[in-house]
């Protein structure tokens, strides 16, 4: 059975950082391309980063030079380092792993 667990979502003030963490379990994660994707309130779900088992990463135009996606396959763990936030990085913030979605975690940039 694939379950995903979430955290490290929260309200942070401009400029803040937030860590976000992504547990697996059910699933071979060493040999797996994963990815965070992320919806703002009223808006279609996007792509913000994603890393290949070889730990090729991508990463929107809009967070680059801020977010960092790594993993830990000893841990089972994926994780997103988000550095310099802006109000317009507000949204929940999901993981994906093998067509499996984490079920999210909030994040609110704000004053």
Same mark, same amino acid.
């Not at 379950?3 to 929260?10: A, F, K, Y």
């Not at 803040?16 to 703002?40: E, T």
């Not at 089972?76 to 999210?104: H, R």
């Given at each position: 059975?694939?379950?995903?667990?979430?955290?490290?979502?929260?309200?942070?003030?401009?400029?803040?950082?937030?860590?976000? +963490?992504?547990?697996?379990?059910?699933? &071979?994660? $060493? /040999?797996? @391309?994963?990815?965070?994707?992320?919806?703002?309130?009223?808006?279609?779900?996007?792509?913000?980063?994603?890393?290949?088992?070889?730990?090729?990463?991508?990463?929107?135009? +809009?967070?680059?030079?801020?977010?960092? &996606?790594? $993993? /830990?396959? @000893?841990?089972?763990?994926?994780?997103?380092?988000?550095?310099?936030?802006?109000?317009?990085?507000?949204?929940?913030?999901?993981?994906?792993?093998?067509?499996?979605?984490?079920?999210?975690?909030?994040?609110?940039?704000?004053?």
């Amino acid at each position: 059975q694939v379950r995903m667990v979430e955290s490290g979502g929260g309200l942070v003030q401009p400029g803040g950082s937030l860590r976000l +963490s992504c547990a697996a379990s059910g699933i &071979i994660f $060493r /040999d797996s @391309a994963m990815a965070w994707y992320r919806q703002a309130p009223g808006k279609q779900r996007e792509l913000v980063a994603t890393i290949t088992r070889g730990d090729s990463t991508y990463y929107t135009d +809009s967070v680059k030079g801020r977010f960092t &996606i790594s $993993r /830990d396959n @000893a841990k089972n763990t994926l994780f997103l380092q988000m550095n310099s936030l802006k109000p317009e990085d507000t949204a929940v913030y999901f993981c994906l792993i093998l067509g499996n979605w984490g079920q999210g975690t909030q994040v609110t940039v704000s004053e």
